[in-house]
């Protein structure tokens, strides 16, 4: 069935520097890709989406780039702050006007 | 503009006890809804959506059950809850966008 990968499961950086989380997905048909940050305890929060007729977006410190024949995308977060720290969830819909299927997520840890 | 409440925020329950978890949507109307359930430091586990009223689709065979009474209401329910099922009990909406937007979420321990 429809599948989505994501790495790595925990990753740590120190402020300042950058931080890159990467989504594979199975399904060819999937259009929309988005990106969820989910601090402890409460509910996950869109950080930034994609669809599949643009390759990159940018908003401030964060960009997704989405490689639709690799079928892959991938968050960037520069200049990393600590309250950049949370789990952060990639998904992709199922089929073109599908539910949304979640990766497994990314704890994101940045040291001050 | 549109708010999403769940409640209750959380909830300590025995093992073999029924269970109701409410969510309603204002200011939006017939929307897409979600029951997402979330295990400590797992990902989110899709159980129910329904794209109207009285129309449920089922994710993963379990112990629960899901019921949309009216148009903004979603209910997540339970007749004997077990110890698999404590965990963070997310309500989501979404609209003619693709994307959710999620309540704040019910913690649930099963004793």
């Known amino acids: 069935g429809e599948n989505v990968e994501q790495h790595p499961s925990t990753l740590s950086v120190q402020e300042g520097d950058s931080a890159v989380i990467k989504c594979t997905y199975s399904d060819s048909a999937s259009n929309y890709f988005p990106w969820y940050k989910q601090e402890l305890g409460k509910r996950p929060q869109l950080i930034i989406d994609?669809?599949?007729?643009?390759g990159e977006k940018k908003d401030q410190r964060i960009a997704v780039t989405l490689n639709k024949t690799a079928k892959h995308f991938s968050l960037h977060i520069t200049e990393t702050q600590p309250e950049d720290s949370a789990v952060y969830f990639c998904a992709a819909t199922r089929g073109s006007q599908g539910n949304l299927i979640f990766g497994k997520g990314t704890k994101l840890s940045v040291k001050p | 503009s549109q708010t999403i409440h769940q409640w209750p925020a959380t909830l300590v329950q025995p093992v073999g006890s029924p269970l109701s978890l409410e969510c309603t949507v204002e200011?939006?109307?017939?929307?897409?809804l979600y029951w997402y359930r979330q295990a400590a430091g797992r990902g989110l586990q899709l159980l129910f959506y329904s794209v109207g009223i009285g129309q449920i689709s089922s994710e993963v065979p379990q112990n629960l059950s899901a019921s949309r009474p009216q148009d903004r209401q979603f209910i997540l329910s339970s007749k004997k809850l077990l110890l698999s099922d404590s965990g963070f009990y997310l309500c989501?909406?979404?609209?003619?966008?693709?994307?959710?937007?999620f309540g704040n979420g019910t913690r649930l321990t099963v004793t």
């Open positions: 989501a909406w979404s609209g003619t966008a693709a994307y959710l937007h």
């Open positions: 994609i669809r599949s007729n643009v």
């Open positions: 200011g939006t109307s017939n929307p897409n």
